[in-house]
Nanobody, 114 residues
Framework: QVQLVESGGGLVQPGGSLRLSCVASGMPFRVASMHWYRQAPGKQRELAAS???????KYADSVKGRFTISRDNAKNTVYLQMNSLKPEDTAVYYC????????WGQGTQVTVSS
């Protein structure tokens, strides 16, 4: 079955950096678009970043210029490099894949706080 396993979340001070990783199995990763969604307490889920199978990327305005999504097809892994983190970036971050974005990881908590 399809599995998406995220890692790399944690507690970081404002202005700091984190890199999230998501390892995919059981799906045709090389041809799949992959996404990072996030959901903060009491807020709607937000699509933070996407990367298609050609490497084209898209970002939410709220993270543009600070976050970078990338992929390594040899490792079936998608990354989210997060720099200049702000308290408002605090959320559970989910790795998502599949032609209909039907596959979701379990999520990893990112907390930005001093």
């Amino acid at each position: 079955q399809v599995q998406l396993v995220e890692s790399g979340g944690g507690l970081v001070q404002p202005g700091g950096s984190l890199r999230l990783s998501c390892v995919a199995s059981g799906m045709p990763f090389r041809v799949a678009s992959m996404h990072w969604y996030r959901q903060a307490p009491g807020k709607q889920r937000e699509l933070a970043a996407s990367i298609d199978n050609s490497g084209t990327t898209k970002y939410a305005d709220s993270v543009k210029g600070r976050f970078t999504i990338s992929r390594d097809n040899a490792k079936n892994t998608v990354y989210l490099q997060m720099n200049s983190l702000k308290p408002e970036d605090t959320a559970v971050y989910y790795c998502v894949g599949g032609s209909l974005s039907q596959y979701w990881g379990q999520g990893t908590q990112v907390t930005v706080s001093s």
